[in-house]
């Protein structure tokens, strides 16, 4: 008989969070792919794209050996419902403009390079591999969003309007990368999750100083939207997972 | 001590060193540096690799290509095992692997990973220092684009990971 997973009731659900998020954005980016503004930007993005959806494979993938024989990580993807998904709700959210797209990857890109920097000491071998081999990707990650945003915010009156529309737009939903879910809680105490008030000040420090050099205001949230890692989300999710899940629920087990 | 597992895998190794990159075709696996590891247990071998990037979609394909190459020379049981740790580096890039990527028309990484360097990429068309960086993202996850300001080319940059 196989021997039970030792916090599989807790690493399960923080892992299919960790590649739940991942994979909504990367989904998200890729829908830049052939409307980017310029060929090297459009391929930038998808290249992140890319980044994120590999991140998110090896934690499915993980996450399936820890559920059994029965799942693997197309399952995963592919044949959840929105109400099993556990992404950040600011990963769901329309792409809307270029201003408010780089915006989100430069929040998350460097929420991501102090996350992984925490889990890569993680008492969990696979969860800290995952980590120290993604924070190499996530540094050109936050260097490209990085310099968009200061780009933009510190460049014509209407870019510069354009970027602070955007920080409006996502003002509400940066809160949530910082609030611990049960399950977060208690794999702190195995020292396997981050706790993710050890990096909120540094995260918005980094924010700070972007923000300094793009000449941008950072707006607080008076009403943040949380609830993504409780399975709580908006109709964006429904919409993506439509068009994202079509090919598997039409032809179920079809494979290339 | 030479035994005949040795031999063998010795072996394997030197069937691993024709299979090539499938993006970057001038490439083996062993220039490469993705082969941690070959293990005979029994009759079965074990190849054990490690991905460049996490999404690079090559990786599936150099699965398959090790696959093809061991049946192609006799072996029947053949297991590929992925390991994400210690990450793969482009420090691990044999110089030789450096110096094929060149003449390829690819600029090699240049320093150690982990650092970003825009400034001194050797154009690989007309070998001047005078190169400015287009993007950080090119044709593949491990690629930065550059022109050279020299000979007006643009080239690939294998980027420091």
Not at chain 1, 8 to 25: E, G, K, N, V
Not at chain 2, 140 to 149: G, R, S, V
């Amino acid at each position: 008989m196989q021997q039970p997973i030792p916090n599989s009731q807790f690493l399960i659900p923080y892992c299919l969070h960790l590649a739940d998020t991942t994979l909504i954005l990367s989904h998200r980016n890729s829908e830049w792919c052939g409307h980017g503004p310029i060929l090297e930007q459009d391929i930038a993005l998808t290249n992140i794209a890319l980044d994120l959806l590999g991140q998110a494979r090896n934690l499915y993938q993980y996450a399936a050996t820890l559920m059994g024989d029965e799942f693997d990580e197309d399952k995963l993807a592919y044949l959840r419902n929105p109400s099993e998904f556990k992404n950040h709700l600011i990963t769901e959210r329309p792409n809307e403009d270029w201003a408010v797209t780089v915006l989100r990857q430069f929040y998350f890109s460097s929420f991501q390079h102090y996350f992984y920097s925490e889990l890569k000491n993680s008492s969990d071998k696979q969860l800290a591999a995952i980590a120290n081999k993604s924070l190499k990707e996530v540094a050109y990650h936050l260097r490209w969003s990085s310099e968009w945003v200061i780009r933009l915010g510190d460049g014509t009156t209407e870019s510069n309007a354009k970027m602070q529309n955007a920080v409006e737009v996502l003002k509400d939903y940066t809160d949530e990368f910082f609030v611990m879910s049960n399950e977060e809680i208690e794999l702190l105490q195995q020292a396997i999750s981050v706790d993710l008030s050890t990096i909120k000040n540094n995260w918005q420090q980094k924010i700070n100083e972007v923000f300094a050099e793009a000449t941008l205001q950072f707006l607080y949230s008076t009403q943040p939207k949380i609830g993504g890692k409780l399975c709580q989300h908006t109709q964006y999710l429904t919409d993506l997972l439509v068009d994202m899940q079509v090919l598997q629920r039409t032809y179920p087990n079809s494979v290339w | 001590m030479i035994t005949i597992q040795s031999i063998s895998v010795k072996k394997i190794w030197n069937i691993l060193e024709t299979v090539c990159d499938p993006e970057v075709p001038v490439l083996t696996l062993t220039d490469l540096g993705i082969v941690r590891d070959v293990k005979i247990i029994d009759e079965t071998v074990e190849v054990i690799i490690t991905p460049t990037y996490t999404g690079c979609p090559a990786m599936d394909m150099i699965a398959m290509n090790i696959r093809l190459a061991l049946i192609e020379n006799g072996y029947a049981n053949i297991k590929i095992t992925s390991v994400l740790s210690p990450a793969w580096t482009t420090d691990w890039m044999t110089e030789t692997g450096k110096q094929k990527l060149h003449e390829y028309g690819i600029a090699p990484p240049k320093g150690n990973a982990n650092t970003i360097i825009e400034d001194g990429i050797e154009c690989p068309q007309c070998h001047s220092l005078n190169t400015t960086i287009i993007s950080e993202f090119g044709s593949t996850a491990c690629k930065a684009l550059f022109k050279c300001n020299d000979c007006k080319e643009p080239f690939d940059y294998f980027k420091c990971y």
